[in-house]
T-cell receptor
């Protein structure tokens, strides 16, 4: 069975940094493009980043470009999201999702909560 | 960015009702429209992709239609487990964007 387990969320002050992880199991991780999607009460669901199977290509929403970095370790079946220069508006539950046919999200985890506040 | 607008924002329905949710895109997105179901405290679940293709394991009472800018999600006979929030999302252009959600309540 496909499982994605997000971790790394925390309560952090503005300007801080975090690294989120997503552990994949039950499928051939290296064969799937992956995404991060976040959900906040104020902005609903928001796609924020995509990475291809090869790990060399990442795409970002304008709201996080230059502050967030997506990466993956296919040998360890892990997806990462490095988030820097955190702002209050980054407060959200962050989900990783398998990419199905380009921009279609197959969510299989529970998400990890990032709270940015002083 | 492509803006996705759902209507209604919420609706009340009874078991066995036929329910329809509408999604409109701010520009043509061909058939690149997906629907998700989300229950409180859980991740969204993919129901329909490419406007009308049912994702694996999704009951056949769910169906989708539309192309261009106007799309519809239909639940033919509402079951207890269908009370949830439904989101549309376009996969035509990045940034991929979601509608604001439609809450289906008893």
């Amino acid at each position: 069975e496909v499982h994605l387990v997000e971790s790394g969320g925390d309560f952090i002050q503005p300007g801080g940094s975090l690294r989120l992880s997503c552990a994949a199991s039950g499928f051939t991780f290296s064969s799937f493009n992956m995404n991060w999607v976040r959900q906040s009460p104020g902005k609903g669901l928001e796609w924020i980043s995509y990475i291809s199977t090869s790990t060399s290509t990442g795409y970002y929403a304008d709201s996080v470009k230059g502050r967030f970095t997506i990466s993956r370790d296919n040998a360890k079946n892990l997806l990462y999201l490095q988030i820097n220069s955190l702002r209050a508006e980054d407060t959200a539950v962050y989900y990783c999702a398998r990419d199905h046919l380009g921009g279609v999200f197959d969510f299989r985890g529970q998400g990890t909560l990032v709270t940015v506040s002083s | 960015d492509i803006r996705m607008t759902q209507s209604p924002s919420s609706l009340s329905a009874s078991l066995g009702d036929r329910v329809t949710v509408t999604c409109r895109a701010s520009q043509s997105i061909s058939s690149s429209l997906n629907w998700y179901q989300q229950k409180p405290g859980k991740a969204p679940k993919l129901l329909i992709f490419a406007s009308s293709a049912l994702h694996s394991g999704v009951p056949s009472r769910f169906s989708g239609s539309g192309s261009g800018t106007d799309f519809t999600l239909t639940i033919s006979s509402l079951q207890l487990e269908d009370f949830a929030t439904y989101y549309c999302q376009q996969s035509y252009n990045t940034p991929w964007t979601f509608g604001q959600g439609t809450k289906v309540e008893i």
